[in-house]
């Protein structure tokens, strides 16, 4: 993992964050991408996304800090920007409307999973 100005470049396969873990800050990407991954007991892991540059993920742990939902990975070189709870609330109270863009890109993620939850439910 290297350390530049403006964050960290992470290897392709290199692991950003591990489903599990505590974690208590965000990421955002800002060159690359990465992909989501959710590891089953039953199964082998399932990719759910692919995130690319401006995407963010991670921002439940400033919220609720609870354990990481999924793993994180690079796919390529990715930089990616590390966001502590201090810094996102600073950003919040110079720009109300980010905590408005991040809560509609959590809405989206929701009605997604709803879908997808849908979807299988009915192909049972």
């Known amino acids: 993992m290297e350390t530049s100005a403006l964050g960290k ?6 692991v950003i964050v591990r489903q599990g873990e505590a974690g208590d800050c965000m990421f ?4 690359g991408q990465v992909e989501v991954i ?3 007991e039953r199964q082998k892991p399932v990719r759910l996304t692919v995130l690319h540059e401006t ?4 921002e439940m742990a400033i919220i609720d800090r609870e354990v990481r939902s999924a793993t994180v990975r690079a796919l390529g070189d990715a930089q990616v920007l590390t966001v502590d709870k201090k810094s996102f609330l600073r950003r919040v109270h110079e720009d109300p409307s980010l905590a408005f863009r991040i809560l509609q ?8 999973l709803d879908a997808e939850l849908a979807r299988l439910k009915g192909d049972n």
């Open 105 to 112: 890109q959590m809405s989206h993620r929701i009605r997604e």
């Open 9 to 14: 470049t992470y290897r392709d396969g290199e």
């Open 38 to 40: 959710r590891d089953n």
């Open 55 to 58: 995407d963010f993920f991670g």
């Open 28 to 31: 955002v990407i800002q060159a």
